[in-house]
């Protein structure tokens, strides 16, 4: 099955740097590849997400990258706020299938002011 | 995005008694619920895979008969702690797939404490 690994596990940043989360996948036939993000004690909200077929996709100041042979993605945050700290879940599986999901363990994002 | 729900937020209840969670999918048919278990400042840990009309899948560890796993249509499916004790206490999440393999949204959480 999948296996989805995450770091690093906590990132501390100072308002108005990047932070940088990276995932690496071991199922070449993983094809979707979600961002959420977990404020304490709420649901996961989809932030970003890339298919196998694009490289690179950007909304505002979120991106995320997508190595296929490397099997790893990456969240980019620009410009960080206060408000971006969070902890952060990466996830990996097939579109189409009926696999489940697979989650890596989270990153703790804190942005200092 | 879509709208998954999850009903009811919180729960408290006494050792031994049976708890249901529902989580319902508001605009959109679900062919594919999960159910995880959150402990605090941990990872989802995903305990059941639910599909519409079939028997659920369970993950290692996690025991079928103690948690009931029931998905009668594409917007609802409810899970059932039974016999609940102190260390069933924890924050269970619900999520849907939209599609077959596509976009996946989570409930807002159920919080259980058992006493």
């Known amino acids: 099955g999948e296996n989805v690994e995450q770091h690093p596990s906590t990132l501390s940043v100072q308002e108005g740097d990047s932070a940088v989360i990276k995932c690496t996948y071991s199922?070449?036939?993983?094809?979707?590849f979600p961002w959420y993000k977990q404020e304490l004690g709420k649901r996961p909200q989809l932030i970003i997400d890339?298919?196998?077929?694009?490289g690179e996709k950007k909304d505002q100041r979120i991106a995320v990258t997508l190595n296929k042979t490397a099997k790893h993605f990456s969240l980019h945050i620009t410009e960080t706020q206060p408000e971006d700290s969070a902890v952060y879940f990466c996830?990996?599986?097939?579109?189409?299938?009926?696999?489940?999901?697979?989650f890596g363990d989270g990153t703790t994002l804190t942005v200092k002011p | 995005g879509a709208v998954v729900s999850q009903h009811p937020s919180w729960v408290i209840c006494k050792s031994g008694t049976s708890v249901k969670i529902e989580c319902r999918s508001l605009?959109?048919?679900?062919?594919?619920m999960f159910w995880y278990r959150q402990f605090p400042k941990q990872s989802l840990m995903l305990m059941a895979t639910?599909?519409?009309?079939?028997?659920?899948?369970?993950e290692q560890g996690v025991e079928k008969d103690k948690f009931l796993i029931n998905h009668a249509s594409l917007t609802l499916s409810t899970l059932t702690v039974t016999s609940a004790h102190p260390e069933d206490s924890s924050f269970y999440i619900c999520?849907?797939?939209?599609?077959?393999?596509?976009?996946?949204?989570f409930g807002p959480g159920t919080r259980l404490t058992v006493l």
């Open positions: 999520s849907a797939r939209y599609l077959s393999g596509g976009r996946q949204f």
């Open positions: 199922d070449s036939a993983s094809n979707y």
């Open positions: 890339i298919r196998s077929n694009v």
């Open positions: 996830a990996a599986w097939t579109l189409g299938g009926a696999g489940k999901s697979t």
């Open positions: 605009d959109f048919q679900a062919t594919t």
């Open positions: 639910s599909n519409e009309g079939s028997k659920a899948t369970y």
